[in-house]
Every structure is written in structure tokens, then in C-alpha cells.
């Protein structure tokens, strides 16, 4: 129960007291004796019982109809409000009840029935103290509506002041909320900005590692270009060598080993990137040429290992061949010895028979008496004059070498208006292109590759068009100066793949001079051309040893033997030029032994008698320091095999000639590498008595 309820109900209790305890007090004014009980008669008759009794009816009826008018105020409260008026209802219909035995009490039965004074005076008391109840029970009820409106509006100052706390708290919330979207946002434009940064950096870093990268990538190539000449160098060495001479070298052949391990392992950490740190990047290019250097250190052990070995194997054979030499000259001594005395038993018999047939023929001459004659005295014939060749070149050699040089500057000199005329430079790179393009894919990778570029080639100067730039197409016929430019120009491209392709890889100067082949036998001029053209780059090839002229100096002597100059009018370095030559050298040889294509013939434009006229001259000019070395092992190296089958004994004699004879003379000129390397390989051949066959060599009817 609520405490308005509570109210209510004391309120109502407190009136019923009253109410009742007034009444008595007016009723025992009246009353002289008991009233009550079951033995007493009631005071009233029927007339005015009804009377009295229809008054209280009415009364309540009027009393009730206060509350109708009260209740009428309440119609809008709740279901607490419905309860509290029926127990205000309750509380009226007690009071009513109360008034109603007090009216009966009030009420005596008159005989006349007529009310006196009192009776009036009673009514007139009652109606007052109704009056007065119902003042009361308006004031309370007011004051309880009262009671209710302070309430309700209390309630209403708490809902709005709940809702205002509501709306702040919803607000603080809202605020907070909107603090911490902020916050949030804030962060991530923070995170936005620190990843962009980042990527910034990182893709700073990325390019930084990109240029680092590729600088370390040429400086390693670079290295690499030096490392691998220098390792094929060492390599053929060592291979060359037997096995008895290498396990001399094996410290220095374990080095290379590791060493050539190290570098393919740095070549390929800085190809994949896999430098963690961007300094690393530099000591890559910084442990490339340590490597370069070590390299070049092992090399010079390996020299000086191997010409100590030499000396030491040089110094045996002379010791055999003395010792072999000194017992041939004892048993020369012991045969002539012998020769001398079977002579002098032959001479004094013959002696003896001269004199018995001179006693005889005396006899005979006293008895003729004829006189003897003398003896004639032998004469001494003096020996055949032989005429002695040149020390820089045969004779018959630089016959053919000026008759090849004119041949090439008479065709040079045709094709001058072709290659000068302005209006014709066009044409000239078209022809350029149909010859570069198909010549630079020669290779040996399968028949019907070497035969379709080979194809392309000759086509061309067969005068079929051949398609160019621009969707247009030439053919040679275009211009009558154009089949001799394109011939100098091919032969020209054919010889400068001695220092691209084939001073790197020996293999590939076979496929290349299987084509040579096939156009000089189809092309007779082309082989001319070609030849002029090796012997401009190397006059070694001829040989011919060009004197220095006197005045002349020496970078103008270098130019004349083969040097080249760069941009920047500096000559080459000897490393540079040796590795040229090596490739000219190779080429040379290849054209030898190499057959062309079987659909042009079997005839050898270029017999192995080249070859060997080539060394046996080679061994009589005037030697120069490495280049006469590099020339003849590298021409032993692909032509031994064939000139050993070929002429067997007589080359045997040619190689020990040179071991014995011509290394001597060069060794008063070179102590290098090159001249360790020969001696090294001649001894080699001498030992095993065999000279390995060249690695690359095609097959006969290969296309």
C-alpha cells in the first residue's frame, strides 16, 4: 500500500470516530434507560419507521452524490488511483451507515406522531454535523488531491530531471562516442599516413636497392667477363697437362676449384638479389676483383709451378738425351773402332795383295821394261750453294699475301661510289641487314638451323629479294656494285665473330667455318676476300713477322702487327689483343679441317697442306714475345690431331724440332705464360705421343 492510501484510510478512520462519538453524545441526552438488547421493543413504528427510514435513504443518496462528482476527477489516474476510491467509497458507505443507526436512534416513536422540538433540533444537529462531515471529507479530499497534484508534479520535476540526466548521460555518451569515432579516425589517418610514409620509404629503399642492384650487376660482370677469360685460360692449362704434371699443380688446381666456386656463388647471390643490407652491394663488386686478383695471383703460381716443372722435366730430357747421346757416340766410337780395325786388317791384306801384285807387276815391267804410271790425285768438290729464306716471311708466302691484298683493295676500291653516295645509304642498310641478320644466328645447334640460315645468306646473292624495314624489300641486283660490297661486307662479319663469339667459346668456330667453306666453294672471290681479311687482322697468319722500320715507333709497329686503337686513340691492352688473335687463330684452323656443305661438293677449298706449311714456316721466321706461342698452340691445338694422322713421323719430327730447336730461339725473347703453356703441351704430345682431336668439329655430311 502507498502512503497517499495509508493517508486515505487514517483519514476516513479518524472521521468515523468523530462521527460516531458525536452522535453518542447527542443520543444520551434522549435516552433514560437501556435501549439496546433483544428484550427491548424498537422505538419506531412502521408510519414512522418509514418515514425515518426512507430519510437516511435519501440522505445517502444526496451524500452519494458527492462522491459521484468527486470521483469524476479521478477519471483520468491509474489503476492505484481506482483502488484508493473504492476504498473511499467503502469509507463513505460506513459513515452513511453510522448516520442511518444514529437517525434511527434519533428518531422516537411518538404517539401523535408529530416531531417535537427536539426532534427538530436533532435533524437540524444532523444536518449540520453532514454538513460538517462532508466539509471535512471535501478538505481532505482536497487536500489529498492536493497531496496528488504536488505529488504528480514532483514526479513530473523527477521524470523531466531523470529525463534531463537522461538527455546528459545520452549526450556525455554521444560526446564520448564522438570522442572515440575521432580518436579512431585520428588513428587510422595517423596509420594511413605512417603506411604511406612507409611505402615511400620502402619503395625508395626498393629503388635504391634497383640502381645499387644493377651497378653491382655490371660491376660483377665486368669482373666476370675478366674472371671467366682468365679461368679458361687457367683451365686449358691444366687440361693440356698430364696427369703426372697436374698433381704437381694440385694445391693451385684445389684453389681454382674453390675460388671458381666462390665466384659463381657471388655472381649468383647479386643475379637473385639476395643482398640483405645495400653495402653489400658494393662488397660484391669489392669481392669480385679480390677475386680477379686472386685469380691472377693463382695464375702466376701456376707459371711459375709449372716453368719449374719445366725446368725440371727440360733438365731430365737433356740429361736423357745427353746420356742417350753419349751412349750413342760409344757405340758410334766402338763401331767406328771397329770399322777402323776391320778397315786396317782390310788395308793391310789389301796392302799385301798391292804388293805382291806390284812385286808381280814389277816383274813383268822389268821383263817388258815398261814403265808404271802413277796414280791420279783425287779433287775435293766443293759443296751446292742452298739459298737461305728470309727471317720475316717465305718468299712464296708474301707472293700470295700481296696477290690476296691486291685482289681485296681492287675490289675496295670498285666499291667506293656505293659505299660514298649519300642517296644510296638506304640500300646499303638493307643489304646490311639481310647479311647481319641470318649470319649472327649461325650455330650448330641442329642441321636444319645451320642450312636455313645458310639459305638466307645465299639467296640473297643468288638475287632474290629479301625483305627490310618498312615492309620494303631489295635484292642485290638493285645495284652492279652491290654483289662485291656485300661479299667484303660478309667476309668482313665473319671475321670480327673471332672476337665476340669465338675467342670465348672455341666450339663455335665450326659451324661458322662450314659456312665459309660452302661459300668459297660456290664463291670463289669470297675466299680471297675472307683470306685478305684475316691477314689484315693477323699477318701471324701468313706468317709474316713485319719488320719495324727504322723511324718508326713503336705504337706505330703495334698498329702494323695487329693492335687496334680505341676511342680514345689508346692501343689495346696485350691481354686484349692475344685473346683476339687466339680467336683469329681458331677460325684459321677451323677453315682448314672444316668440310662445307655436302650439296656443294666434296672438293677442299682449303687442304691440311695449309696447315702444315703454316707451321713448318711459322718455326723459321723471327719469333716475337707470346704471340708466336699463342699462334702455334692454338693451331697445334685444332689441327695436331689431323697433321699427326696425315704425315705421322714427319710431324713427330716437326714437334721435337720445335721443342728442341725453335724454343730455345724463343725463349731468348719470351719468358711468359704463353711460351710456359707450349712447352708444357709439346711435352705433353711428346709424352702420351698422341694429340687429342679438337672439341667441336663437325661431323662429315653434318648439313
Same mark, same amino acid.
Given at each position: 500500500?502507498?502512503?497517499?492510501?495509508?493517508?486515505?484510510?487514517?483519514?476516513?478512520?479518524?472521521?468515523?470516530?468523530?462521527?460516531?462519538?458525536?452522535?453518542?453524545?447527542?443520543?444520551?441526552?434522549?435516552?433514560?434507560?437501556?435501549?439496546?438488547?433483544?428484550?427491548?421493543?424498537?422505538?419506531?413504528?412502521?408510519?414512522?419507521?418509514?418515514?425515518?427510514?426512507?430519510?437516511?435513504?435519501?440522505?445517502?443518496?444526496?451524500?452519494?452524490?458527492?462522491?459521484?462528482?468527486?470521483?469524476?476527477?479521478?477519471?483520468?489516474?491509474?489503476?492505484?488511483?481506482?483502488?484508493?476510491?473504492?476504498?473511499?467509497?467503502?469509507?463513505?458507505?460506513?459513515?452513511?451507515?453510522?448516520?442511518?443507526?444514529?437517525?434511527?436512534?434519533?428518531?422516537?416513536?411518538?404517539?401523535?406522531?408529530?416531531?417535537?422540538?427536539?426532534?427538530?433540533?436533532?435533524?437540524?444537529? #444532523?444536518?449540520?454535523?453532514?454538513? !460538517?462531515?462532508?466539509?471535512?471529507?471535501?478538505?481532505?479530499?482536497?487536500?489529498?488531491?492536493?497531496?496528488? &497534484?504536488?505529488?504528480?508534479?514532483?514526479?513530473?520535476?523527477?521524470?523531466? !530531471?531523470?529525463?534531463?540526466?537522461?538527455?546528459?548521460?545520452?549526450?556525455?555518451? =554521444?560526446?564520448?562516442?564522438?570522442?572515440?569515432?575521432?580518436?579512431?579516425?585520428?588513428?587510422?589517418?595517423?596509420?594511413?599516413?605512417?603506411?604511406?610514409?612507409?611505402?615511400?620509404?620502402?619503395?625508395?629503399?626498393?629503388?635504391?636497392?634497383?640502381?645499387?642492384?644493377? =651497378?653491382?650487376?655490371?660491376?660483377?660482370?665486368?669482373?666476370?667477363?675478366?674472371?671467366?677469360?682468365?679461368?679458361?685460360?687457367?683451365?686449358?692449362?691444366?687440361?693440356?697437362? &698430364?696427369?703426372?704434371?697436374?698433381?704437381?699443380?694440385?694445391?693451385?688446381?684445389?684453389?681454382?676449384?674453390?675460388?671458381?666456386?666462390?665466384?659463381?656463388?657471388?655472381?649468383?647471390?647479386?643475379?637473385?638479389?639476395?643482398?640483405?643490407?645495400?653495402?653489400?652491394?658494393?662488397?660484391?663488386?669489392?669481392?669480385?676483383?679480390?677475386?680477379?686478383?686472386?685469380?691472377?695471383?693463382?695464375?702466376?703460381?701456376?707459371?711459375?709451378?709449372?716453368?719449374?716443372?719445366?725446368?725440371?722435366?727440360?733438365?731430365?730430357?737433356?740429361?736423357?738425351?745427353?746420356?742417350?747421346?753419349?751412349?750413342?757416340?760409344?757405340?758410334?766410337?766402338?763401331?767406328?773402332?771397329?770399322?777402323? !780395325?776391320?778397315?786396317?786388317?782390310?788395308?793391310?791384306?789389301?796392302?799385301?795383295?798391292?804388293?805382291?801384285?806390284?812385286?808381280?807387276?814389277?816383274?813383268?815391267?822389268?821383263?817388258?821394261?815398261?814403265?808404271?804410271?802413277?796414280?791420279?790425285?783425287?779433287?775435293?768438290?766443293?759443296? &751446292?750453294?742452298?739459298?737461305?729464306?728470309?727471317?720475316?716471311?717465305?718468299?712464296?708466302?708474301?707472293?700470295?699475301?700481296?696477290?690476296?691484298?691486291?685482289?681485296?683493295?681492287?675490289?675496295?676500291?670498285?666499291?667506293?661510289?656505293?659505299?660514298?653516295?649519300?642517296?644510296?645509304?638506304?640500300?646499303?642498310?638493307?643489304?646490311?641487314?639481310?647479311?647481319?641478320?641470318?649470319?649472327?644466328?649461325?650455330?650448330?645447334?641442329?642441321?636444319?638451323?645451320?642450312?636455313?640460315?645458310?639459305?638466307?645468306?645465299?639467296?640473297?646473292?643468288?638475287?632474290?629479294?629479301?625483305?627490310?624495314?618498312?615492309?620494303?624489300?631489295?635484292?642485290?641486283?638493285?645495284?652492279?656494285?652491290?654483289? &662485291?660490297?656485300?661479299?667484303?661486307?660478309?667476309?668482313?662479319?665473319?671475321?670480327?665473330?673471332?672476337?665476340?663469339?669465338?675467342?670465348?667459346?672455341?666450339?663455335?668456330?665450326?659451324?661458322?667455318?662450314?659456312?665459309?667453306?660452302?661459300?668459297?666453294?660456290?664463291?670463289?672471290?669470297?675466299?680471297?676476300?675472307?683470306?685478305?681479311?684475316?691477314?689484315?687482322?693477323?699477318?701471324?697468319?701468313?706468317?709474316?713477322?713485319?719488320?719495324?722500320?727504322?723511324?718508326?715507333?713503336?705504337?706505330?709497329?703495334?698498329?702494323?702487327?695487329?693492335?687496334?686503337?680505341?676511342?680514345?686513340?689508346?692501343?689495346?691492352?696485350?691481354?686484349?689483343?692475344?685473346?683476339?688473335?687466339?680467336?683469329?687463330?681458331?677460325?684459321?684452323?677451323?677453315?682448314?679441317?672444316?668440310?662445307?656443305?655436302?650439296?656443294?661438293?666434296?672438293?677442299?677449298?682449303?687442304?691440311?697442306? !695449309?696447315?702444315?706449311?703454316?707451321?713448318?714456316?711459322?718455326?723459321?721466321?723471327?719469333?716475337?714475345?707470346?704471340?708466336?706461342?699463342?699462334?702455334?698452340?692454338?693451331?697445334?691445338?685444332?689441327?695436331?690431331?689431323?697433321?699427326?694422322?696425315?704425315?705421322?713421323?714427319?710431324?713427330?719430327?716437326?714437334?721435337?724440332?720445335?721443342?728442341?730447336?725453335?724454343?730455345?730461339?724463343?725463349?731468348?725473347?719470351?719468358?711468359?705464360?704463353? #711460351?710456359?703453356?707450349?712447352?708444357?703441351?709439346?711435352?705433353?704430345?711428346?709424352?702420351?705421343?698422341?694429340?687429342?682431336?679438337?672439341?667441336?668439329?663437325?661431323?662429315?655430311?653434318?648439313?
Amino acid at each position: 500500500m502507498s502512503i497517499e492510501e495509508m493517508m486515505r484510510v487514517q483519514a476516513l478512520d479518524w472521521m468515523k470516530v468523530k462521527t460516531t462519538m458525536h452522535h453518542a453524545a447527542l443520543t444520551s441526552k434522549e435516552c433514560t434507560g437501556r435501549t439496546l438488547g433483544e428484550d427491548r421493543e424498537p422505538l419506531w413504528v412502521e408510519d414512522s419507521g418509514s418515514s425515518s427510514k426512507a430519510s437516511p435513504t435519501s440522505k445517502k443518496n444526496s451524500v452519494d452524490s458527492e462522491p459521484n462528482t468527486f470521483s469524476s476527477y479521478d477519471t483520468k489516474s491509474n489503476n492505484a488511483k481506482n483502488v484508493t476510491r473504492e476504498k473511499e467509497e467503502e469509507a463513505k458507505g460506513c459513515v452513511l451507515q453510522q448516520l442511518k443507526a444514529l437517525s434511527m436512534t434519533d428518531s422516537e416513536p411518538s404517539i401523535s406522531c408529530f416531531p417535537d422540538a427536539q426532534a427538530i433540533n436533532a435533524s437540524i444537529v #444532523k444536518r449540520e454535523l453532514e454538513e !460538517e462531515g462532508k466539509r471535512c471529507v471535501r478538505q481532505q479530499l482536497k487536500a489529498l488531491k492536493d497531496k496528488q &497534484d504536488a505529488l504528480r508534479l514532483s514526479r513530473e520535476s523527477q521524470q523531466k !530531471e531523470d529525463e534531463r540526466q537522461r538527455e546528459q548521460l545520452q549526450q556525455k555518451a =554521444l560526446r564520448e562516442r564522438n570522442d572515440i569515432l575521432l580518436i579512431q579516425k585520428a588513428d587510422q589517418m595517423t596509420t594511413a599516413q605512417l603506411e604511406a610514409q612507409q611505402r615511400e620509404q620502402l619503395a625508395l629503399r626498393q629503388q635504391t636497392d634497383q640502381k645499387l642492384h644493377k =651497378l653491382a650487376l655490371e660491376g660483377v660482370s665486368r669482373c666476370q667477363r675478366r674472371f671467366n677469360q682468365k679461368y679458361e685460360g687457367i683451365a686449358r692449362i691444366l687440361l693440356s697437362l &698430364d696427369k703426372e704434371t697436374v698433381q704437381v699443380c694440385s694445391t693451385q688446381n684445389t684453389q681454382l676449384k674453390e675460388l671458381g666456386q666462390k665466384f659463381e656463388h657471388l655472381v649468383s647471390t647479386v643475379k637473385m638479389g639476395k643482398c640483405e643490407m645495400q653495402s653489400q652491394y658494393l662488397c660484391s663488386i669489392i669481392k669480385a676483383e679480390e677475386c680477379c686478383k686472386s685469380l691472377d695471383t693463382l695464375e702466376l703460381e701456376i707459371i711459375k709451378q709449372l716453368a719449374e716443372f719445366s725446368e725440371q722435366i727440360q733438365q731430365q730430357l737433356k740429361m736423357e738425351a745427353a746420356k742417350k747421346l753419349e751412349e750413342e757416340r760409344q757405340k758410334q766410337l766402338d763401331e767406328e773402332k771397329q770399322r777402323r !780395325e776391320k778397315e786396317e786388317t782390310e788395308a793391310k791384306e789389301k796392302q799385301q795383295q798391292l804388293a805382291e801384285a806390284a812385286k808381280a807387276e814389277a816383274a813383268k815391267a822389268e821383263a817388258a821394261k815398261v814403265p808404271i804410271p802413277s796414280e791420279p790425285k783425287s779433287q775435293d768438290v766443293p759443296p &751446292d750453294a742452298t739459298a737461305t729464306t728470309s727471317s720475316c716471311v717465305h718468299p712464296d708466302r708474301l707472293k700470295f699475301y700481296n696477290e690476296i691484298l691486291s685482289l681485296y683493295q681492287t675490289k675496295v676500291d670498285a666499291v667506293k661510289p656505293l659505299q660514298t653516295e649519300e642517296s644510296l645509304k638506304q640500300y646499303r642498310t638493307g643489304c646490311q641487314r639481310a647479311i647481319n641478320l641470318p649470319l649472327n644466328a649461325i650455330s650448330a645447334v641442329s642441321p636444319q638451323h645451320l642450312s636455313q640460315n645458310f639459305d638466307k645468306l645465299y639467296s640473297f646473292f643468288a638475287g632474290q629479294p629479301v625483305k627490310v624495314m618498312n615492309g620494303a624489300s631489295i635484292t642485290i641486283n638493285d645495284h652492279p656494285l652491290a654483289r &662485291d660490297y656485300c661479299m667484303l661486307l660478309m667476309a668482313k662479319k665473319f671475321v670480327s665473330q673471332t672476337e665476340t663469339a669465338i675467342s670465348s667459346n672455341p666450339q663455335a668456330a665450326f659451324p661458322f667455318a662450314s659456312v665459309i667453306v660452302t661459300f668459297w666453294k660456290l664463291l670463289p672471290d669470297f675466299g680471297k676476300v675472307f683470306l685478305a681479311y684475316m691477314y689484315k687482322e693477323s699477318p701471324f697468319l701468313v706468317p709474316y713477322v713485319i719488320p719495324q722500320q727504322p723511324g718508326q715507333t713503336p705504337e706505330q709497329y703495334l698498329k702494323t702487327i695487329g693492335y687496334r686503337l680505341s676511342e680514345k686513340n689508346e692501343l689495346e691492352k696485350p691481354d686484349m689483343y692475344l685473346k683476339r688473335q687466339t680467336g683469329i687463330a681458331r677460325l684459321y684452323a677451323a677453315v682448314i679441317i672444316t668440310q662445307g656443305r655436302k650439296a656443294a661438293g666434296n672438293d677442299q677449298c682449303f687442304e691440311l697442306e !695449309e696447315g702444315w706449311v703454316w707451321l713448318t714456316h711459322m718455326v723459321n721466321v723471327k719469333p716475337l714475345p707470346d704471340i708466336s706461342a699463342t699462334m702455334i698452340m692454338e693451331i697445334l691445338q685444332t689441327l695436331g690431331f689431323e697433321l699427326w694422322r696425315t704425315y705421322g713421323k714427319q710431324f713427330v719430327k716437326l714437334l721435337v724440332y720445335i721443342q728442341n730447336i725453335y724454343m730455345p730461339q724463343l725463349a731468348a725473347y719470351d719468358e711468359g705464360g704463353p #711460351k710456359t703453356r707450349l712447352e708444357m703441351l709439346l711435352a705433353k704430345f711428346l709424352r702420351e705421343r698422341q694429340i687429342p682431336q679438337a672439341v667441336g668439329i663437325l661431323p662429315p655430311g653434318f648439313w
